[in-house]
C-alpha cells in the first residue's frame, strides 16, 4: 500500500504577483511535523540564497490546517509577503470538519515534495510484520492504537484503506489524531499508542534500502559496517550493491551535517556538502 503525501506552497487568491523584501510563512501544524519541516527549510534556503532578508515561520495547529487555513484566507489577501505550506491531509481535514474557508480560497504556487507513507512500530513492539498487525486488529480492532496527523488526513485514510483492505470495519479503528509529527513520534516512542503511520523521509527510505541490503549480504545493519562479499557473489555484483550502500550512506550523513551546522552554526566538518 503506497499513498502520496504532498507538500506545497500556497498565496492567497488575490495576492498579487510580486516579490516581497520579508516573507511570513505559514505552517498549520505543530512543530516537529512535515508541513513545520518545509516551512523551516524553505525559511533556511530563502534567506541563504538572498531570496528575503527575513523569513519567519507561524505555527498555527489544529483541525488538519483548517484552522490556519482559515486565518491565512482572512488575513493574507492581497499581500504577497504572506505563505503558507499544505497538502493532501489538509485536503481530508476540510471535508471531515466541514470547513467554510477550502483551497479554492488560496493559490498553488509550487509543489515542493512527495513522500511515501509508512507504518512503524516501538523498537520494543511483539509485533514484526503487517501480517501479524492485521491479525491482532482483525481479533479487537479497538485495542490497536494509531497515530497520525489530523483526522481526516492521509494518515488516517491510510489506516482505513488497511482496515478496508483487511476486511476491518475502518469505523472501528482506534485513531489517535497528532498536530503533528513530533507529537505523534512522541507518542508512540512513550508507548502512549501502539503504532504510528506517518511519512517516510528520503533519508529514511536511503538507510533503510542500504541496512535491507548489509543484511542480505549477510552483515550487521548500521551506516558504516563492514560487508564482506557473498561466497558465489560475482564482483561486479558485489561492488554494484557496495556502491548502493555507499550512496545511502553518504545520503545520511550529508542530512546530518546539514542538521548539524543549522544547530551549531560553528559545526566544521572535513566532508563536504
Known amino acids: 500500500m503506497k499513498h502520496t503525501l504532498l507538500s506545497a506552497f500556497f498565496v492567497a487568491a488575490l495576492a498579487a504577483p510580486a516579490l516581497a523584501t520579508d516573507y511570513m510563512i505559514m505552517a498549520p501544524a505543530a512543530p516537529g511535523g512535515g508541513w513545520d519541516s518545509t516551512a523551516r527549510s524553505m525559511q533556511e534556503v530563502m534567506q541563504a540564497e538572498g531570496i528575503a532578508g527575513s523569513v519567519q515561520v507561524q505555527n498555527v495547529p489544529g ?73 491482532m486488529m482483525k481479533a479487537d480492532p479497538g485495542s490497536v492504537s494509531w497515530a497520525g496527523g489530523s483526522a481526516g488526513g492521509v494518515d488516517h485514510i491510510t489506516v482505513g484503506l488497511l482496515a478496508k483492505a483487511a476486511g476491518i470495519d475502518p469505523t472501528k479503528i482506534n485513531y489517535v489524531a497528532f498536530s503533528g509529527g513530533g507529537e505523534a513520534l512522541a507518542a508512540i516512542l512513550g508507548n502512549q499508542v501502539a503504532y504510528t503511520c506517518q511519512s517516510e523521509t528520503p533519508v529514511d527510505r536511503a538507510v533503510r534500502a542500504a541496512n535491507k541490503r548489509r543484511v542480505a549480504m549477510g552483515s550487521e545493519p548500521g551506516m558504516g559496517s563492514f560487508v564482506r562479499k557473498p561466497k558465489g557473489m560475482h564482483w561486479s555484483t558485489y561492488w554494484r550493491h557496495m556502491d548502493m550502500i555507499e550512496s545511502a550512506d553518504d545520503i545520511a550523513n550529508l542530512a546530518f551535517i546539514n542538521f548539524a551546522r543549522r544547530k551549531y552554526p560553528g559545526f566544521v566538518t572535513d566532508i563536504e556538502c
Open 63 to 135: 483541525a488538519g490546517g483548517t484552522v490556519g487555513l482559515a486565518q491565512f484566507a482572512s488575513t493574507a489577501s492581497g499581500d504577497p509577503s504572506q505563505l503558507i505550506v499544505g497538502g493532501y491531509v489538509m485536503v481530508g481535514a476540510i471535508l471531515t470538519n466541514s470547513s467554510p474557508v477550502t483551497l479554492a480560497d488560496v493559490t498553488p504556487i509550487a509543489r515542493l515534495t512527495g513522500e511515501a507513507e509508512g507504518i512503524a512500530v516501538s523498537a520494543s513492539s511483539p509485533i514484526q510484520t503487517i501480517g501479524e498487525l492485521v491479525e
